[in-house]
């Protein structure tokens, strides 16, 4: 069995899919290691580690080529699948909403693309969560940008020159990257509020420190699903709320947005009348810029000024940290692609019965399988036997507006961003 690790093609992806110490624990389920040269330079990581740890290095481009698993940051185009084995597991942040015709590129060379963005939410899948693992990092990092930005100190400072205020910050969307905002913010000594529109949030947002936001009439009480999905609120509902968020905005210091509605463009929740309002050296760091933005007048990879506010718009957020990043999405690779291995025989052997399966895999043999992306839930004619039952992928839930970064970076990109 050959794993491949590419090197990332993107300008603004420094992530590698492995590190040393996965590619040891690959190692010892029977695997092949071949790592594409340069591949984990961006994080820190050289060559000669990788073959400390038991890989081979080969030029770019030439990884893939027998290969039976393909690890990869972003998703490969067919280009870097030249020369994999037919049926070979190539798994990634595959981005495929709007993508389609990028995914029926894939589907042509007989690989079987995973998204490991899809991975659902389980205790099973919990150590597979890529959206988790790198919005952890998104949250953390948006606010050291947002300090970087601001040209005061974070936490109250008393001094025989006088006092220094400690500095206001309004986290929006309380999902992983915005509880580790709020955690990080108040770690640095800021007064903390935020809001979501999911009541359960409220109580998250209170055990770290910070005060919660939010219109909490019964309507807002009733607000989310079973399935922990916001529902769709009222006219009348929304305009109390935002009449409310836009006088808190003016009182802050530093606005972190991290909404994001999986296959839709991110919803605006900064209006520029909002800028406005916020005083001169006002800092606004926006997490879903790569989807469109919740923030007027935000520019992807720039940091925009707007009547002495700056707008934060880096892209591929998590890549700013990217050696925490890979270590983290390494370790969700090695723990999927054990469940796609037969540990006796030491080959890959999919289990297409396998609930994680079902909900990650977007290509197979030749043709796009997940039905959110057009596919049809069965298993190619050459593979059925009589009573052969079609293996339908699990509904995916509606989608609603989550917490951001719950989001993968996309695919543009400023160096270092």
């Known amino acids: 069995m050959r794993i491949a690790v590419l090197a990332e093609t993107d300008a603004n992806e420094a992530r590698v899919a492995a590190t040393p110490e996965t590619v040891k624990k690959l190692k010892a389920l029977g695997a092949d290691i071949v790592i594409e040269e340069g591949a984990g330079e961006e994080s ?23 290969a039976d698993v393909v690890f990869s940051v972003r998703r490969p ?9 037919d049926g070979a597991a190539v798994i990634a942040i595959a981005d ?26 389980i205790t099973r899948a919990q150590v597979m969560d890529v959206l988790s693992s790198q919005a952890n990092l998104a949250g953390y990092r948006a606010v050291i940008d947002a300090s970087a930005e601001y040209g005061r100190a974070f936490p109250m400072m008393m001094t025989a020159a006088g006092t220094i205020p400690a500095a206001r910050v309004f986290v929006m969307g ?16 800021a007064i903390v509020t935020a809001t979501d529109v999911r009541p359960a949030t409220k109580e998250q947002v ?30 009348d509902y929304k305009k109390q709320q935002a009449e409310l968020v836009a006088a808190h905005i003016a009182k802050q210091d530093v606005v972190i947005t991290t909404a994001l509605i999986p296959g839709r463009a991110a919803p605006v929740l900064v209006t520029s009348a909002m800028i406005k309002s916020m005083k001169p ?26 009547n002495g506010v700056k707008i934060v718009g880096h892209a591929n957020v998590a890549g700013r940290l990217a050696a925490s990043a890979s270590a983290l999405y390494a370790k969700n690779l090695l723990a999927f692609v054990e469940t796609l ?8 052997a999919i289990n297409w019965e396998d609930e994680l399966v079902k909900a990650t895999a977007l290509t197979r043999g030749g043709a796009i399988v997940h039905p959110n992306f057009g596919g049809k839930a069965e298993k190619p004619a050459a593979e059925k036997s009589e009573g052969d039952k079609p293996a339908a992928p699990k509904a995916a839930k509606k989608p609603a507006t989550k917490s ?14």
Do not use: C, H, W
């Open 206 to 235: 209170e055990s770290l420190g910070a005060k919660f936001i939010a219109v909490e009439n019964e309507e807002f009480k009733q607000a989310e699903t079973s399935g922990g999905y916001a529902k769709e609120m009222s006219t």
């Open 341 to 348: 291995i037969d540990k006796e025989k030491k080959a890959l």
């Open 44 to 66: 820190g990581i050289l060559d000669a580690e990788y073959k400390a740890a038991g890989a081979d290095i080969v030029a770019v481009g030439k990884a893939a080529t027998k």
């Open 281 to 306: 050296g006002s800092v606004i760091v926006d997490l879903a810029v790569e989807r469109g933005g919740n923030v007027e007048g935000v520019k992807l990879g720039k940091i925009a000024d707007v």
């Open 77 to 85: 185009t067919a280009a870097q699948l030249k020369g994999i084995n």
């Open 404 to 417: 951001a970064a719950d989001k993968p970076a996309a695919k543009s990109k400023s160096k270092g961003a």
């Open 174 to 189: 309380v999902g992983v990257a915005g509880l580790q905002a709020i955690a990080t913010a108040r770690r640095l000594g």
């Open 96 to 121: 495929p909403y709007g993508n389609e015709a990028e995914l029926k590129t894939i589907a042509g060379t007989d690989a079987v693309l995973f998204a490991m963005e899809l991975m659902p939410r």
